[in-house]
């Protein structure tokens, strides 16, 4: 199966601050990796998909980039609801795989 | 708007069965496969399941083969979840989750998701 890394696994920062998240591929996933916020006692929800897409609705303060094997999903101006978990998740083969996630807290 | 409601969840012991349920509205229920994704206590997500529209296919992780079963009644607008010879790992909120796909493709991409059932598996 291909394992998924992401790190780091917390992070906190202050309110404005950028924030980046990093998830590796064990091998190459071309763009096939899309990210998810969790928020607190929350279903996740689907943020970007093909790795840099960024779904309807979603603000634009959030983006994603990479391909192959290294992907990095960023805050631009880290907001308080932003405060949540963030995973990545690989698709195209399966089993569907999801990073361990990377908890962001305000500092 | 699309609705995903989950249902079933509870306290069993080791060995028992159990059955969720996840009643959708809002879409086509019938043009779109769906997930089961499990999140043990504090810990991240993980894939369990999927189905295709039609119930023509059915994939799973390898920790519940064979013991978990997913279905669906499109009739009836809901998904199942099986749940046999459960076992103490097994503790987990059970979300639902719509494929992303509609018909016969599908992408394994999940949106949206239900809020989630408890499922506790102690002695």
């Known amino acids: 199966d291909i394992q998924m890394t992401q790190s780091p696994s917390s992070l906190s920062a202050s309110i404005g601050d950028r924030v980046t998240i990093t998830c590796q591929a064990s091998q190459d996933i071309s763009n096939y990796l899309n990210w998810y916020q969790q928020k607190p006692g929350k279903a996740p929800k689907l943020l970007i998909y093909d790795a840099s897409h960024l779904e309807t609705g979603v603000p634009s303060r959030f983006s994603g980039s990479g391909s192959g094997t290294d992907f990095i999903f960023t805050i631009n101006s880290l907001q308080p609801e932003d405060i949540a978990t963030y995973y990545c998740?690989?698709?195209?083969?399966?089993?569907?795989?999801f990073g361990g996630g990377t908890k962001v807290e305000i500092k | 708007q699309v609705q995903l409601v989950e249902s079933g969840g509870g306290v069993v012991q080791p060995g028992d069965s159990l059955r969720l349920s996840c009643a959708a509205s809002?879409?086509?229920?019938?043009?779109?496969?769906m997930h089961w994704v499990r999140q043990a206590p504090g810990k991240g997500l993980e894939w369990v399941a999927f189905i295709r529209f039609d119930g023509s296919n059915k994939y799973y992780v390898d920790s519940v083969k064979g013991r978990f079963t997913i279905s669906r009644d499109n009739s009836k607008n809901t998904l199942y979840l099986q749940m046999n010879s459960l076992r103490v790992e097994d503790t987990a909120i059970y979300y639902c989750?719509?494929?992303?796909?509609?018909?016969?493709?599908?992408?394994?991409?999940?949106?949206?998701w239900g809020r989630g059932t408890l499922v506790t598996v102690s002695s």
């Open positions: 809002g879409f086509t229920f019938s043009d779109s496969g």
């Open positions: 989750a719509k494929d992303k796909g509609s018909g016969i493709t599908w992408l394994g991409w999940f949106d949206p």
């Open positions: 998740q690989r698709y195209g083969n399966l089993p569907l795989t």
